[in-house]
């Protein structure tokens, strides 16, 4: 029998898992140029979040009573489209069901041999380019630079973090635990990280890290995290803006300190981003972040949870600070 997860109703603050329903689905009947496909691996990304309300943003709402969509690793199970044959792994945004009907225009063949085939869902895929675009595009960081990051032991954090280095930057992570410090530091070697959680002074524990101040900041977080370190930007500081994950489910409009001033003083630029901004230039990034990964100069992790009907848990997690790297659920 196959399931599908629907959006049952528009969360209210943080999501739950009333907010979700799974249900069986009925059998699938195939078209010509279209393919059967079985989830193998499902992403859950902080944006969705924004597609759980009905406010006008960058991109549609999810319908209540409809299944939700997002990244999806699939296997083809039956092809009518010459393009395609059975057992080719492929990427789309889909639905989330365990087996569905697609147009093959809607789905992209993987390359199984460059990475394990998850990675499309992260370090190869959208938050993969996510880092790449905007650091370097937006952020221009260069040697000798310090390089802040938020987020730092997320999907897209943790890659901006190895780029930087990359260029030869100070890099300065801002995680919520220890054993995620000790990764960054240990593992991808960063140069210092703070654990927002323990530290008692956060706008301290920044200054003593960024002894010459900040030159670039990634920004995924938002919130009073990014407050601190607004406030002690160098002179010509580029600030990303790519998420404000502490602020999407407010129910109303925190205040936080009005940061105009430090960026007109600090002659400063700030620019948020989507990544599909750059969809033309998407296989210009994927083949230096496959080059960074097989040259071993990248590193890479994910949090995988195993089976379709955890897919809400996985979800919320995410806001619960659960993953170090990309959080994807694995199905069984």
Do not use: H
């Amino acid at each position: 029998m196959n399931r599908e997860i629907l959006l049952k109703s528009r969360p209210v603050g943080k999501p739950t898992t009333a907010n979700f329903e799974i249900v069986n689905s009925e059998p699938i009947s195939l078209n010509n140029g279209e393919l059967l496909l079985k989830a193998r691996y499902i992403s859950v990304d902080p944006y969705m979040r924004g597609r759980m309300s009905d406010a006008k943003s960058y991109v549609e709402p999810y319908q209540v009573g409809k299944p939700i969509e997002g990244g999806i690793v699939a296997e083809v199970v039956e092809s009518r489209s010459p393009q395609f044959s059975p057992g080719d792994s492929v990427f789309g945004m889909l639905q989330w069901k365990l087996v569905q009907a697609v147009s093959a225009e809607k789905v992209t063949k993987l390359n199984k041999e460059t990475a394990p085939l998850s990675y499309y869902l992260g370090i190869l895929g959208m938050p993969g380019l996510t880092a790449y675009f905007g650091l370097l595009d937006i952020g221009k960081p260069k040697e000798g630079e310090t390089v802040v990051v938020s987020g730092a032991a997320g999907a897209v954090g943790m890659v901006v973090g190895q780029i930087a280095k990359l260029k030869g930057c100070r890099v300065v992570g801002i995680a919520g635990s220890d054993a995620k410090v000790n990764y960054l530091l240990n593992e991808l070697q960063f140069d210092a990280v703070i654990n927002y959680k323990t530290i008692t002074n956060l706008d301290a524990a920044i200054a003593s890290a960024c002894p010459s101040g900040i030159d670039v900041y990634f920004d995924n977080v938002g919130g009073i995290i990014s407050d601190a370190v607004v406030a002690q930007i160098n002179k010509g500081a580029r600030i990303i803006i790519c998420g404000q994950i502490s602020l999407y489910n407010e129910t109303t409009q925190p205040m936080g300190p009005r940061i105009q001033p430090t960026i007109l003083k600090r002659s400063a630029l700030m620019q948020g981003f989507i990544v599909s901004n750059y969809t033309e230039r998407f296989p210009e990034g994927f083949k230096k972040l496959a080059t960074w990964i097989t040259e071993g100069k990248m590193k890479y992790t994910q949090t995988t949870l195993n089976g379709f009907d955890r897919l809400p848990e996985a979800f919320i997690g995410l806001f619960e600070g659960n993953n170090t790297g990309k959080l994807i659920v694995e199905m069984q």
